[in-house]
């Protein structure tokens, strides 16, 4: 007989202060979103549409069939070469939010009056979804103006030289062949629009010299001149156009063929060697996010020469590493960073802005540069600089970027160029289709460039010309511009003679792993992202020896830095049995004092003083005032090692500051039982937040969760005996919280041999701090059980929290989750349930002293201390420990690699180490 249960219903303590208003504030939209999003789905439903947002979906060729599709036989297949198969990097997603059911505007809801009536549905759905009245607003008024027709640019001019050939000329009727066609480069179906402008038009926008009509509704791209042998009199093509019926579209495998205006584009080919080699100068435009400051500094060192210059953007959120990059602007005139810093996010539109900002800006300065090449803090050379200032110096005046290489009209499509996308509340908003302009080729590929003086001058000059301008209108509403905006520029001005196919770049893509729509969040697109290397890879990095390549990515030290120490090896040819100092340490800062904009979770700064308190503790030293300055994970060989916090400790009496450091890290708190039915080898299971569902890792390595943290749950399988017949197992894991309640069940099937993957279970925040368990049970019986905590919180936003804070903080949320009885056995007793719950309970209020007591309990059992290190003369704990630059962990020991000394007089670069 089934039972069915209400877990709990516990009281929360209702007085709050201003701060949780606010977070209520924000809870309450988000459930009147939700509310709202899910009437949604049940109008939809009731409608049987369907209406679910499919990412995955990829859109194959049948999506475009209708309309167009691809006579290039093997070119069009998704199936792309992964060497540098950058072109699938987005993937359409079938996002049907805003169906039909909803076809008019709510204006109850928005706080403003939009200018004209909203038809459009996927404008009508992102300025619902829309966070504030501001971004609803701009979304609304560029809506309208689109709507009016006037907004866009309809035609642009094409400057590209294109020895006289004519737009719209027409070159007669011709006789076609299946099996051979006259045109053979495009092919596509108007089915009610046919007409010798309209092909002609996609076939200029396709990058087609030539057009032709044929059947009535069929168009074909070509890029060779029809042979004069196929002509035939005119009277053999009298088929009508669908669009008009007083013009003639071709007829039974007769087609009119006509020129599109622009001549056969050719690609320069890089030279290798020249004759004359000019000494060009570099400048590297770094355009920087995140923390990896030692990994920066590590690029900076490998590419620095006193006659290349750096110009550093760093997004306006990163103050930690803007503030530590500034002191190398006085140490080095050529290193600059801009003042003008954006909030960029992926994909978006801010993205361009800020590049285009940097080069108007590199323009004005008074370095003397030929090239800009575009990096970021996860590119590393493969190439020496000598080598690449030799191949640019043979290359002057080119400019460097890889095409999508495949079909024009599919890449337009994949990459969302025919839909407006608007940037608002760090979101780009998918609102709506349009045309692109006529009369310019469209291209576009890979975002990482390398561009002449010559052509930064008129891409970004302040007087762009009628190309350029309207160029910057439409990529101003385009999802991820800087992969097309410099590439469409190229092929259709004057420097269209100087495009070479070639970015210097190899990518390393993975897209199995990197195809996860991960950037939902941040636009209504998936998008794909390359993985870091790893040594594995490592024959992509070698195999670009005898290629014109001279850049990698990604690397990110912080998941792989071995493989960055195998390239600098094999780069200089340099002889490890030298030993350079903790080449294989890595430190990554995740807090700094001196951040504004505290972005840094509470359970961190609280985690951390516990680890000082309980240390202090242990050694017998009273200090009444601790100020954490820095925090960093520490990794050595690739692994994580330990968490580091760097602090000042006063003692009151004599108010001597002394500087410490000291580490700590998670204990392990699984325990696995042998099951015989189990067909799997559970190799791990981990309690942590911050998954990279890409690089398969937690980047929360401290696993330090609080209160409002999103845990989730990262499991490992490998096969017991391989080869082995797929075996399905079902499992469940119980979350049971401090409070000896169920809190959620998580279901998965795990059906191959090898599986690493995640659960992000959906718990109610506040979380009940403690000692949270999880338990997995197949077949009814518990196959393991992990300890995670939740740790309760001394800090927030690094001041003590108050009483009246820690009551509703610490109280949990009001939870229910109804299960069957045959769970009972593996909760605890009716009786034990009951006093974890009081204790849970009057935990929860605990304050002051009593707390830290409480987090100071749970720091031991959840983690362990490890040694600690001074960095200041004074000693006020008279502990008598290392020096800090005298330890091997210590983030004040030496990091040669990194560090920033002296150049070379002889060679103005950096001696390596
Ligand atoms: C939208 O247009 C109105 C009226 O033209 C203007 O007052 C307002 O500032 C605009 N708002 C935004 C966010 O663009
Ligand atoms: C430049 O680098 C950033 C990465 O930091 C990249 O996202 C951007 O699109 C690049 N684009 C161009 C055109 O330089
Ligand atoms: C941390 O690194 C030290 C060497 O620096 C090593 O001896 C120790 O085993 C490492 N600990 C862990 C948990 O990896
Ligand atoms: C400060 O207090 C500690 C005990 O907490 C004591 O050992 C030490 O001598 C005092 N120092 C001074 C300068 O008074
Ligand atoms: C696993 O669960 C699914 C349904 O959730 C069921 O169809 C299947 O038979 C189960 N497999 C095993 C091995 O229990
Ligand atoms: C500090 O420790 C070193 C050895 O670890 C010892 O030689 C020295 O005497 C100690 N100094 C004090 C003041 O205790
Ligand atoms: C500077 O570089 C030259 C050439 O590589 C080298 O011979 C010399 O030792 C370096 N100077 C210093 C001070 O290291």
Redesign the pocket.
């Known amino acids: 007989m089934k039972k069915t249960k209400m877990v709990v219903i516990r009281t929360v303590d209702n007085r709050w202060i201003k701060r949780y208003r606010i977070f209520f504030g924000i809870v309450g939209i988000i459930v009147l979103v939700q509310l709202y999003l899910s009437s949604f789905k049940i109008l939809a439903d009731s409608d049987g549409k369907e209406n679910k947002w499919n990412p995955h979906k990829i859109s194959g060729p049948e999506d475009a069939e209708n309309s167009v599709n691809s006579a290039r036989r093997g070119k069009d297949s998704l199936a792309v070469d992964d060497e540098d198969a950058r072109q699938d990097k987005v993937q359409k997603s079938s996002n049907k939010q805003g169906t039909k059911s909803y076809t008019k505007l709510r204006i109850e809801e928005l706080d403003f009056k939009p200018s004209c009536e909203i038809t459009t549905k996927e404008a009508i759905s992102a300025i619902h979804r829309a966070k504030t009245q501001k971004c609803k607003q701009e979304i609304s008024n560029l809506t309208c103006l689109i709507q009016n027709g006037l907004f866009y640019p309809t035609v642009l001019p094409n400057y590209c030289p294109n020895d006289d050939l004519i737009a719209g000329k027409s070159l007669g009727c011709f006789k076609d062949e299946k099996s051979f066609r006259i045109l053979r480069g495009y092919y596509a179906n108007f089915k009610n629009n046919n007409s010798p402008e309209n092909c002609i038009r996609l076939c200029l926008q396709s990058g087609f010299p030539y057009a032709g009509v044929q059947y009535s509704t069929e168009c074909f791209c070509g890029i060779d001149e029809p042979p004069s042998v196929a002509r035939l009199p005119d009277s053999s093509c009298n088929m009508k156009c669908p669009a008009n019926h007083h013009l003639a579209c071709g007829g039974y495998f007769t087609i009119n063929v006509y020129q599109t205006g622009i001549k056969k584009f050719y690609p320069q080919v890089a030279t290798i060697v020249s004759t004359d080699p000019k000494p060009v100068k570099i400048v590297f435009l770094l355009t920087l996010n995140g923390r990896a400051l030692r990994q920066v500094k590590r690029l900076i060192k490998t590419l620095y020469n006193v006659n290349h210059y750096f110009y550093i953007h760093v997004d306006v959120r990163q103050d930690y590493l803007f503030r530590e990059l500034l002191s190398l602007e006085k140490q080095f005139p050529n290193i600059r960073l801009t003042r003008k810093r954006y909030a960029t996010i992926w994909g978006g539109a801010s993205l361009l802005k800020m590049l285009l900002s940097c080069m108007k800006e590199l323009l004005h300065l008074d370095w003397k540069w030929d090239f800009v090449l575009n990096l970021s803090e996860s590119d590393y050379p493969v190439k020496t600089v000598n080598r690449l200032v030799e191949f640019l110096g043979a290359n002057m005046n080119r400019n460097f970027v890889k095409s999508h290489g495949r079909e024009v009209q599919r890449f337009i499509q994949k990459q969302g160029l025919d839909k407006t996308f608007i940037e608002c509340d760090t979101h780009m908003w998918r609102t709506g289709d349009r045309q692109l302009p006529w009369g310019i080729q469209i291209d576009g590929g890979s975002d990482w460039i390398a561009l002449s003086r010559k052509f930064v001058n008129y891409v970004a000059s302040d007087y762009p010309d009628q190309l350029v301008e309207g160029l910057l209108v439409f990529f101003k509403y385009t999802l991820l511009p800087a992969e097309s905006f410099f590439h469409t520029v190229l092929r259709n001005s004057k420097f269209c003679g100087t495009y070479v196919d070639n970015n210097l770049h190899v990518t390393n893509w993975k897209r199995r792993l990197g195809c996860k729509c991960q950037y939902k969040h941040v636009v209504d697109w998936c998008g794909c992202s390359p993985n870091d290397f790893k040594p594995e890879d490592w024959l992509r990095i070698q195999n670009t020896q005898t290629r014109q390549l001279f850049f990698a990515r990604k690397f990110e030290p912080i998941i792989n830095q071995a493989v960055v120490v195998q390239l600098e090896e094999w780069l200089y040819s340099y002889d490890f049995s030298k030993s350079i100092l903790n080449i294989n340490s890595y430190w990554h800062s995740i807090y700094n004092a001196l951040d504004l904009g505290q972005n840094v979770d509470d359970s961190v700064i609280s985690i951390s003083n516990s680890a000082i308190r309980s240390k202090f503790r242990s050694l017998k030293c009273n200090n009444d005032l601790i100020k954490i300055k820095e925090i960093h994970t520490f990794h050595v060989s690739d692994s994580y090692n330990r968490t580091l916090v760097l602090f000042e400790a006063t003692s009151l009496n004599s108010s001597v500051v002394s500087t410490y450091e000291l580490g700590f890290r998670p204990r392990k708190r699984l325990v696995v039982k042998k099951s015989p039915e189990f067909p799997y080898r559970l190799e791990n299971l981990v309690v942590s937040s911050e998954y990279d569902q890409k690089e398969q890792i937690s980047r929360n390595f401290g696993k330090m969760l609080g209160p409002y943290s999103e845990p989730t749950l990262i499991y490992h399988f490998s096969s017991v005996s391989s080869p082995e017949p797929t075996k ?3 499992i469940s894991f119980l979350w049971i919280d401090p409070g000896a309640r169920l809190i959620e069940i998580s279901e998965v ?1 795990i059906e191959d041999g090898y599986t690493i993957g995640h659960i992000k279970p959906n718990l109610k925040q506040p979380l009940l701090p403690g000692s949270w368990t999880l338990k997995m049970i197949h077949k009814s019986s518990i196959l393991a059980e992990v300890k995670f905590l939740v740790t309760p919180l001394s800090h927030i936003s690094n001041n003590l929290v108050s009483q009246s804070q820690v009551s509703f903080i610490h109280g949990g949320s009001e939870l229910f989750k109804e299960y069957d009885g045959t769970l009972d056995k593996f909760l605890p007793g009716n009786n034990q349930r009951e006093s974890l719950e009081m204790l849970s309970i009057s935990n929860s209020k605990r304050f002051g002293q009593d707390l830290l007591d409480w987090i100071d309990a749970l720091f031991g059992k959840f983690y362990t201390l490890e040694s600690i290190c001074i960095a200041s003369a004074a000693d006020t704990c008279g502990l008598n420990v290392t020096k800090c630059s005298n330890t091997n962990w210590s983030s004040l020991a030496p990091d040669p690699k990194s560090h920033i000394g002296k150049i070379n007089e002889t060679t103005g670069s950096f001696d390596l180490w």
Do not use: D, T
Request: proline share 0%; hydrophobic share 50%.
């Open positions: 399905v197992a079902n099937s």
